[in-house]
């Protein structure tokens, strides 16, 4: 195995009087733990793409990103860490200094490449990738996000046996391919409740396509629960960043404001309005994302706690 996980994650039950309230049970799987740097989801989806890398011979890995993205800091890291050149296309222009992401990322040894948000649009199309091809020489192509069948693969890894046994299991959604992953592992036991990041109906059909292309199958239990998006990724109100460092100073669990602080949010308030059965037993799943804490207050004033 290339990547080697710094701490198992683990289940921590959380108590709080509005679950008592509602009888509800409240776990939170805490993936956030797997890795210092390569957190939560991140390492999952990349595990097997970086092993697939190095059997097919490669020595560099090309990825994309916004200049805040978990995924490239987790990248960098990982191309570090298992001994990979490593280049990232970053969204927009450079803006100097660069921002906390960015400075790891390149101080991992990234070699970044910015494009324009118009040439980012077609960063898939093949005239584009045969540029960088032409640019940097042969690379590994992890797409954006990291979301690939090998992503979703890894991502069937988050589910182990225990947790088909409760009734519902939350994540946070950006491009899809780590709820893919879960519900693949789940095969067809629990509820899996989605919270997307981003405004658009289009992520129900790319989960469906990412599940099908993994398991051959449809699975039926999983939904997406749209209204909690705040406007889309860098997009707050203030009582989200109450919420989050209300939760931090009750429960001692640091949450990201681009995707667990949202899906956490939701979870209280769909709780609150009785979504969820009474007697029901929950796992959120905590997908890391904490290095974006710190861009957060950079770009916002010293919000997060
Ligand atoms: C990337 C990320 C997600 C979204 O994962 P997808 O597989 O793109 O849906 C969720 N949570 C965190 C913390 C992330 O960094």
Known sequence: MLLIPKKIPFLQEIRDPLFARKEIRFLIKREDVIHPQISGNKWHKLKYNLEEAKSTGHDTLLTFGGSYSNHIYAMAAAAKEVGFACIGVIRGEPVVP?????????KAGMRLHFVTREKYRVKTEASFIADLKQKFGPFYLIPEGGTNQLAVKGATE??????????????PVGTGGTIAGIVCGLHGRSKVIGFPVLKGDFLGAEVKKLVKEYSDRFYHNWYLMQQYHFGGYAKFTRKLIHFINAFREQHSIALDPVYTGKMMYGIFDQIRKGFFKKGSKIIAIHTGGLQGIAGFNERFGELLI
Do not use: K
């Open 158 to 171: 988050i589910i182990d046996e225990s947790m088909g046994t409760f009734d519902y299991i939350c994540c």
């Open 98 to 106: 660069l921002n906390p992401t960015l400075q790891f990322a390149v």
